[in-house]
């Protein structure tokens, strides 16, 4: 399953995040607003990321 | 009286510590540490190699001030050879290319960080070797700042009981010293290994073939950055110096599947999609392989060895992916 990184992951610190969970490189990434496929989500990041196919409508602008 | 000790190798412990640490610094006892299912494993010591200067003319030995050690030019390797489970191949994949949670991605992004004396590093690991320390008080031999240059994975239906074997080549420009460092927790990795009677998938361009025996490797070279003084002469840093490289072989019956892929060995220079699985816990997807120069084997039947080399479709395509749990 593929997740982007929510706004808080950004905040977390490196005993949190993962560079914690042995992948900085996914961590980079996460910090990039990339995809990552992650196989088992540690369960203190399940709020801290957005799973594909579940990402909150953008709101659109009222130009009117 | 001459010491009357010795040190079976079967008594030393190899415990691995990851985890964010500054570089030139090893791991910390509370952190993350894991007893990898080691079968075979080579050491190091500080150690410097010899240089000598030209004699002069007119006399025609070597005098001691011709003499001169060179720790500042020297790097620390050890192989650690390890059954296939989960935790050896992350924790390989973590040194060698930073990631080391499942699906560990190799892309061409990929990097371990900041490789620079004194500065946090996520992707180093820490060798311990407990109880091969010369010294009767200082037991253990410490590696730090571990980065690795290469891995291999294979599975050999002749060999091992088909199990997956991980070797990894660790290395590191700080010295290894003699001491004692005890984790307060590690994890003993027990896990069952994967093995090659348990693959469900076995396809190179969709063609499922019956392989005896396959291999990858990947690998890059670093290379110390000079010497900070002449006490400890710890390194400025690192510096990769070659891209990483993955290549590896697959030896498989020959039979009308390879028919179906000759126009690849005959060489089209497209790239094709390896994949081999399990039914769970256990995938490696190479996107995109090119076969290098690939032959049939002759025995009591036909058999076909191919040596390939994977390439990412473009730079943020994966070259290697490994789901392992």
Known sequence: MKYKADKSYKELKDSQNYNAFMSPMKHQRLLNEEWVEITNLPKSLNKHLIKQGQEKPVKEKNNG | MAELNFQPKNDIQVVVGTGSANLGTAHAVSDTWTKLPIVDFSLEQASATLDVAPHRSSTYGQTSNMGRHRPDTQNYEVSLTMRGTPSAVTTSCLALFGDGDSACELKPTNN????????????????????A???SINTDIIMKSCFATSMTIKEDIGSNGGEMVVEVTLWSAYRPTEGLLAPTTYTSDTATPKNIFDLATKTVDSQDLIIHSWEISISRSLERVGYQDTTDY????????????????????????????????????????????????????????MIDNSKPEVGEY???????????????DNIISITIT
């Open chain 2, 133 to 135: 320390g010369s010294d």
């Open chain 2, 302 to 316: 036909l058999t076909q060895t191919i040596p390939f080399r994977a390439f990412g479709a473009s730079e943020t």
């Open chain 2, 112 to 131: 371990t960080g900041t490789m620079k004396d004194a500065v946090t590093n996520a992707s180093a690991v820490t060798v311990l070797f407990e109880g």
């Open chain 2, 234 to 289: 710890d390194p400025f840093g690192y510096v990769q110096t070659s891209p990483y490289e993955v290549t590896g072989s697959i030896t498989c019956k020959r039979d009308n599947e390879i028919g179906d892929i000759l126009d690849h060995i005959e060489g089209d220079s497209t790239a094709i999609a390896l994949s081999l699985a399990e039914s769970s816990g256990f995938t490696l997807s190479c996107p995109g392989i």
